[in-house]
């Protein structure tokens, strides 16, 4: 697990060759000790690593290696660790399908990706599989349902705790206008950039 939080250090400071060295590590040792539910988790790290580097042959390799440790899984098991990383691994999927033009196989990751979350009671990850859901509508065209998707993304950010409804906001801003809404993208940037002021947020 130290390597995993070594890595994640790594791949917020760009580092990502570091980091994509340390996770290898990582899943190495998590084979040696039988660790599929962890060795799944690296190999969707590993997968993200990939996607920044532009790498999508191998990004695309190590969602797949994410998912065939997960079936090795006993299925009884489903503690929210689990849930979380089950999730995670859906929304990397969705990552890499969303970039070859998979956009309905992305969105149907992303939809996977919201019901681990939602069971996991993990909102903030919740939230951001939402708003990938709406990307991928607009994407494909269904900008009343994207909006509607967005209307669930306000919902649950009135229940968050600041930091959470702040970023949310600005993610939130950052689609509506993408699906041209304009005069609520403007709110949502507004309302997010109050909340973070009042709250000192970086």
Do not use: C, M
């Amino acid at each position: 697990v130290a390597l995993i939080e070594r890595g994640r250090s790594a791949y917020q400071n760009q580092q990502i060759d570091q980091a994509i060295s340390l996770w290898q590590q990582a899943a190495q040792q998590f084979e040696q000790r039988g660790d599929r539910i962890h060795q799944a988790l690296v190999f969707s790290y590993l997968s993200l690593a990939y996607q920044y580097q532009g790498n999508w042959p191998q990004a695309e390799a190590a969602i797949a290696q994410s998912f065939q440790q997960l079936d090795r899984v006993s299925s009884e098991t489903s503690s929210n660790e689990i849930l979380t990383i089950q999730g995670q691994l859906f929304n990397t999927q969705g990552a890499v399908q969303f970039h070859k033009g998979n956009l309905e196989a992305a969105l149907s990751s992303w939809q996977q990706a919201s019901r681990f979350y939602q069971e996991a009671e993990d909102a903030r990850r919740y939230t951001g599989s939402l708003i990938n859901q709406a990307h991928a509508l607009q994407n494909l065209g269904y900008f009343l349902q994207a909006r509607e998707v967005l209307e669930q993304v306000e919902a649950t950010l009135d229940r968050a705790d600041p930091a959470l409804r702040a970023l949310g906001l600005q993610s939130l801003g950052d689609a509506l206008r993408i699906v041209g809404d304009l005069d609520a993208a403007q709110a949502a940037f507004e309302e997010g950039i109050a909340i973070a002021q009042a709250q000192s947020l970086p």
